[in-house]
């Protein structure tokens, strides 16, 4: 049996699926660009970009958040904006998914007038730190941006669990 075209069914039908295959593999190949997969996960051992004395717990933070005239470092989150707008640390400006290009050019243009030397604390909030795709990327861009006292949030589950549920100081919306 051949198509109005003189093929046969079975060569029209394998040439359908090859079209449909080179199709997806356009579609996947698109999607690997840089900023739109996720990464993987931080590979265990590997060592960390930061140092302990770079890492703050919720109650500490919490307490400088909360204080009074002392000066209080730049909080940014580094992740999804619906978590951000449920609530977020008062004050913290919103960056974006650090894990994706755009959010990381959002994270450099909004510091790149600030001195090297303010305090800035990260943090995401997703998941657990240890297996945040958003902490890492953002503390070394603004490592290689040349600030000086930088610090990450350990968020040992998530942000709802180890800063909202605790009571710690939060604003919503935005």
């Not at 904006?81 to 450099?108: C, E, K, V, W």
Request: hydrophobic fraction near 40%; proline fraction near 8%.
């Amino acid at each position: 049996m051949t198509t109005s075209t003189g093929r046969s069914v079975r060569e029209s039908g394998r040439t359908k699926r090859a079209g449909a295959l080179c199709l997806f593999m356009a579609l996947a190949a698109s999607l690997a660009r840089p900023g739109l997969i996720r990464p993987q996960k931080p590979q265990k051992n590997a060592p960390e970009p930061w140092t302990r004395a770079e890492v703050v717990k919720p109650a500490e933070l919490a307490a400088q958040v909360a204080g009074g005239k002392a000066a209080k470092p730049l909080v940014i989150c580094v992740g999804f904006h619906n978590l951000y707008s449920t609530a977020h640390i008062p004050g913290a400006l919103f960056a974006g998914p650090a894990r994706q290009a755009d959010g990381l050019a959002a994270l450099r243009q909004a510091l790149e007038k600030l001195p090297k030397s303010k305090e800035i604390v990260v943090y995401c909030g997703c998941c657990p730190f240890a297996e945040c795709p958003n902490v890492r990327p953002a503390f070394d861009a603004l490592h290689r941006m040349g600030f000086t006292r930088l610090k990450v949030l350990d968020l040992e589950n998530n942000f709802a669990q180890d800063w909202v549920n605790k009571g710690y100081p939060i604003e919503k919306g935005k």
